[in-house]
């Protein structure tokens, strides 16, 4: 009789997906994911436990942030398979008696997800066996204001998540969105972006020939142009809207 493989097969929504449907208690209060977020990005993110040193810094770092995102039309949902009371106990802590990095008094006002049936990381594939078999790895989900996956990230747990880079992630897949454009490399606001590929003969032809003194080619299949950093901040950002 062969040998059975016991090693369970992990499913994961993928880039383009519908974000899956749940309701859970938070530390905000019930949520219904991602129907209370409709309209708005938002960033699911899952960290491995309450009171560990790496989830600790990355949480005062995403709270430290918070109003950051928000200028940016993105919310924050947290989550981990701990219970409710222990996320409360954690957060209180995290306020009353940890500095780190200048960052001091720190209150986590986005919603902490309790899912101690371990129900939402199982539907999101938080749960990676080969690295543990009961905490959720640093997976990183944003989502559109449709509902869609967008992009994901995963870090196991040894590593800190980068935290320039998660904004930059949401500032770049709303430049691609309101100005039909992708970004290339390391892309930040004002560098140039990179413009649809050309259609026909003809376009490729008018862009090596330079006929569009906006639009630089490498070749005819890599052409670029210049959107100033302020018009893609302007037609992002939202500042009015979360003064504090």
Known sequence: MEEKNERSVISMPRIGDKAPEFRAVSTQGNIHFPNDYSGSWVILFSHPADFTPVCTSEFMTFANMESQFQEANCELVGLSIDGL????????????????????????KFPLIEDITMEVANKYGMIQPGEDSTKAVRAVFFIDPHGIIRTIIYYPLSLGRNFDEIYRVVIALQTADKFSVATPADWRPGDEVIVPPAGSCGIAKDRMENTDENVHCYDWFFCTKKIEEEEILNAILKKEEHTH
């Open 85 to 108: 009371y222990s996320h409360i106990a954690w957060l209180r802590t995290i306020k009353e008696k940890i500095e780190y990095k200048g960052m001091k008094n720190i209150e986590v």
